[in-house]
């Protein structure tokens, strides 16, 4: 995963957040060698250690955060089906969820609405069975759904089940952490290689304690965030509880890391940090996302303190 991303993502990510459009090029290559389908998620999911899916995250995210989603945005819609559908849904509809290698496609979770994100309980859309036509009827709109409009899949929650929609965050939690987990590595490592090579008064800026500490602050956090992250991995893996809602610390932790560690790249680059000569200008923009979706961080920490207190917070 890390090749792909060195090699086929990077190059590409500038060209893509330029064109503001889905890079189905990206997707068709990773498709075409295995790295994009039910197979490969089947793979890691299978992992009896558990954190693989969260490993190819980081990695794949490390490469460029926009292509990432793209690529794993699919998975989302699988776990929903995943954590609420049967065994029959789920061999019927994660394989359209993919399609094939020689016709990639990829799937939607839909859960926000204009006035309900984090707040799942304030969802309005409704499902409804008409027996007269033998199906479910949808009535409501979505917002912010990542493939919303171009997938094969729409994967809709609805208020006949909203606990759907946190029983998926949960479980999806580690592996959205292991992806802003990748966004902060990728913005350390660049800006420790350009505090390096830049000067200022006749010595690499790397040489000053306030960027060399910096960057140590910023790769102790890294090494720590992801440990957290493979033990909830782990234990969801291995059908351990979260007694002190793991799942949510990684997410609150990691999200908050990524927005840490682009904010301090842009700053030990300066002003050719804001500029989109460099990469850190974008990680930056891809970074901030991960402490409002997929829960708040205003929303993990109450599930945290509800897990370890026992008590209703408000």
């Known amino acids: 995963m890390h090749g792909f991303a060195a090699q086929a993502v990077r190059p590409a990510a500038a060209e893509w957040d330029e064109r503001e459009e889905t890079p189905w090029p990206v997707i068709q290559e990773a498709a075409r060698i295995g790295l994009y389908g039910f197979e490969s998620l089947a793979d890691m999911y299978g992992d009896p250690s558990g954190p693989s899916l969260q490993i190819a995250n980081e990695e794949l995210f490390w490469g460029d955060a926009g292509v990432g989603m793209a690529l794993f945005g699919t998975s989302l819609a ?7 559908g049967t065994p029959d849904q789920f061999t019927e509809w994660v394989p359209q969820c993919y399609g094939d290698k020689d016709d ?3 799937a939607a979770f839909c859960v926000s609405e204009p006035q309900a994100g984090s707040d799942v309980s304030a969802m309005t859309t409704k499902a409804r069975y008409d027996e007269a036509r033998d199906e479910w009827v949808l009535s409501g709109q979505k917002a912010w759904i ?3 409009g171009i997938a094969e899949v729409h994967v809709v929650v609805a208020s006949v089940d909203p606990q759907a929609a946190l029983a998926t965050f949960e479980v999806s939690r580690p592996t959205v952490g292991a992806q802003a987990l990748g966004i902060a590595r990728a913005a350390y490592e660049y800006a420790l290689e350009y505090a390096g090579e830049r000067e200022a008064f006749g010595r690499p800026i790397i040489e000053n304690q306030s960027i060399a500490f910096a960057l140590a602050d910023l790769r102790t956090e890294i ?8 033990q909830a991995a782990w234990m969801a893996r291995n059908d351990r509880t979260f007694d002190a809602a793991q799942g949510s610390m990684s997410k609150l932790r990691a999200g908050e890391l990524a927005v840490a560690a682009t904010e301090k ?3 030990i680059l300066g002003g050719a940090g804001y500029s989109r000569e460099h990469p850190v200008e974008r990680m930056y923009r891809d970074a901030k996302i991960y402490t409002i979706f997929e829960g708040t961080s205003e929303i993990q920490r109450p599930v945290i303190a509800r897990a370890i207190s ?5």
């Open 265 to 267: 790249a842009v700053q």
């Open 78 to 84: 699988v776990a929903g089906i995943f954590a609420s």
């Open 146 to 148: 990542t493939n919303g």
């Open 104 to 106: 990639p496609k990829v």
């Open 223 to 230: 090494e720590s965030v992801r440990l957290l992250i493979w």
């Open 310 to 314: 026992g008590r209703h917070i408000r």
